[in-house]
């Protein structure tokens, strides 16, 4: 049988479960698609997603470090940067640059920062 990888998903450390799903649900549009708790006050574990791109999100010591950056390419980044400015959140305001790699990029950093980079190749 042929060796084939089907999909990555990064998983991204946080400290709140509250502030992660007030930057990645409502200020990106993901929407959680399952939360984990072993029993009441310990750390959470949560999937969010929006489209293909999937993120797993933890408040357990040792998944991941703080600071983890994930390269996401996509279409659609000016698209989407006109969406979430319109929201104004008030932590973040990003900007589009053109990468010496030919890509639009819109670079974010979440709560806990972790770096999201957003890529659209540019067309000839």
């Known amino acids: 049988m042929p060796i084939v990888f089907n999909r990555v998903i990064p998983t991204l450390r946080i400290f709140s479960g509250e ?3 007030e930057f990645y649900v409502g200020w990106l549009g993901f929407k959680v698609d399952w ?3 072993f029993e009441p006050n ?4 949560m999937q969010v997603s929006r ?3 999937v993120f797993h999100l933890s408040e357990h010591y040792g998944d991941g470090s703080p ?3 994930v390269y996401v390419a996509m279409q659609g980044v ?3 940067h006109t969406e979430i400015s319109a929201k104004s959140y008030k932590y973040l305001r990003p900007g589009i640059n053109r990468t010496p790699w030919n890509t639009w990029a819109l670079d974010l950093l979440d709560p806990f920062g972790n770096k999201l980079r957003f890529n659209e190749p540019i067309a000839d």
């Open 19 to 21: 502030k992660a799903k």
């Open 35 to 37: 939360e984990h708790e």
């Open 42 to 45: 310990t750390p959470k574990y």
């Open 51 to 53: 489209g293909n791109l």
């Open 67 to 69: 600071g983890s950056a």
């Open 78 to 80: 000016k698209e989407f």
